[in-house]
């Protein structure tokens, strides 16, 4: 595709429901990554996959956030059991080169937790 | 761990004005060096990097930035600025590669530039 996509834009949850939040990365890009934006600050690192293979995730705050990219392409973010603190925007980037060099990052998802 | 910082959370300006965002980074070893911007409604695109060579970089849409190593800085600079620039800035560092590492970028917290028409 023309770029990074992620779906839904916005989401809100009540708290403690779960939700998945999808990213669709530039076609044939190997690395992608998963950034969460509190609000007022920048983008913090949670989680990064080459290809299929998930090689870091020491960015994931909680066990209740767990991600996946099956085929190498898609990637869902899921959170269960939402809480207050994690609403954010959550942005997906992707990049050509394996480890990521130069990011194209997707419009994000704007989660919000009542 | 590497840290960035923004010493300028907003900064309002006229048009023609020139502009020079703050960015400072922590981590001794090399790095690669990102300037992001964030139109309202937009999402993040790349703006200029630096990744070796002459430390001074040109952008788009008018935009440099310089690395001084010395300094651990990054800033970000315009000549003059237009109403169209009105945007958040974000500096991100990613160090160097080391094998099997992945490259995530460290964020500084933005600068909001507000020009005034």
């Known amino acids: 595709g023309a770029g990074v996509s992620q779906s839904p834009r916005y989401k809100v949850a009540k708290r403690g429901q779960d939700v998945a939040l999808r990213c669709d990365p530039i076609?044939?890009?190997?690395?992608l990554f998963w950034y969460q934006q509190a609000l007022g600050q920048g983008p913090e690192f949670l989680t990064y996959?080459?290809?299929?293979?998930?090689?870091?995730k020491s960015g994931l705050p909680s066990d209740r956030f767990f991600a996946e990219r099956p085929e190498g392409s898609v990637s869902t973010l899921k959170i269960q059991r939402t809480q207050q603190e994690d609403s954010a925007v959550y942005l997906c980037?992707?990049?050509?080169?394996?480890?990521?060099?130069?990011?194209?990052f997707g419009p994000g998802t704007r989660l919000t937790v009542t | 761990a590497q840290s960035v910082s923004q010493h300028n959370h907003h900064v309002i300006l006229s048009e023609a004005a020139s502009l020079e965002l703050g960015c400072n980074y922590s981590?001794?070893?090399?790095?690669?060096l990102f300037w992001y911007v964030q139109y309202p409604g937009q999402h993040l695109q790349l703006l200029l990097k630096?990744?070796?060579?002459?430390?001074l970089v040109k952008g788009i849409k008018g935009f440099e930035a310089e690395f001084i190593k010395s300094k651990f800085s990054f800033n970000l600079r315009k000549p003059s600025v237009q109403w169209s620039d009105t945007a958040e800035y974000f500096c991100a560092v990613t160090r160097s590669i080391s094998s099997g590492s992945a490259r995530q970028l460290t964020f500084g917290s933005g600068t909001q530039l507000t020009v005034l028409p």
């Open positions: 996959f080459q290809n299929e293979a998930q090689l870091d």
């Open positions: 981590y001794g070893g090399t790095v690669n």
């Open positions: 980037a992707s990049s050509f080169r394996d480890r990521g060099l130069e990011q194209y």
């Open positions: 630096y990744f070796s060579g002459d430390p």
């Open positions: 076609s044939g890009h190997v690395s």
